[in-house]
């Protein structure tokens, strides 16, 4: 059965306090690693998608890393209004198709001017 | 595009009714999803069609659910009859590959 676990479970920083999400995962082959972002009473938006080790992809202050059994999401200078949940998901290789992600619980972010 | 549009937005009704949860995709897409959301339990894939075909309904968690896509542009949820256990909030998605849009979801109160 495919997990991801995301710690820590709430991270409260200083506006301008740079810090790291993790997502560790267990999957029967990775056809994808998913970084959503979700803003209260709203559906998760999507972030970026990994696809192998050592990728690395960026948006604004955020950088999403992979290895081959975590992933990072760092937040460099962080702003109040990247406050939100964080998500991470998985993708199995197995299957075709669309597959279903698999989520973690996320990480609840608060970025205090 | 107007994204993925759910209805209602909330919905609060008693313990045994018959509830009814609806969705229209994103116009286009042609994989359609039903994830429900609670504290304890995070995101939980219920079901996902694709091409109008449900594919996977292992997450279903009892014969209580069932799920329809009649179409391409809509799809409906339903909970009969319902438990004060399946109050959550249940997301539908659609995809056209393998970024996944969501709705704005449905807040379910079962009392």
């Known amino acids: 059965e495919d997990q991801v676990t995301q710690s820590p479970e709430a991270l409260r920083l200083q506006e301008g306090e740079s810090s790291s999400l993790n997502c560790s995962y267990t999957v029967s082959g990775l056809r994808g690693l998913f970084w959503y972002r979700q803003d209260p009473g709203k559906g998760p938006e999507f972030l970026f998608t990994?696809?192998?080790a050592g990728e690395e992809k960026e948006k604004e202050r955020l950088k999403a890393t992979l290895t081959k059994k975590e992933s990072f999401l760092h937040i460099t200078a962080p702003k109040p209004e990247d406050s939100a949940t964080y998500l991470c998901a998985v993708q199995a290789s197995s299957g075709g198709g669309a597959d279903g992600l698999t989520f973690g619980k996320g990480t609840h972010l608060i970025i205090q001017p | 595009d107007a994204g993925v549009i759910q209805s209602p937005r909330h919905e609060v009704t008693e313990m045994g009714q018959e509830v009814t949860l609806r969705c229209k995709p994103i116009?286009?897409?042609?994989?359609l999803f039903w994830y429900r959301q609670t504290m304890m339990r995070g995101l939980e894939l219920l079901i996902y069609f694709n091409n109008n075909v449900p594919i996977d309904d292992s997450g279903m968690p009892e014969d209580r659910f069932s799920a329809k896509m009649p179409n391409a542009s809509f799809s409906t949820l339903k909970i009969q009859p319902s438990e004060p256990r399946d109050s959550a909030v249940y997301f539908c998605a659609s995809s056209w590959g393998e970024k996944l849009f969501f709705g704005s979801g449905t807040q379910l109160s079962v009392l």
């Open positions: 990994l696809y192998s």
């Open positions: 116009s286009g897409h042609n994989s």
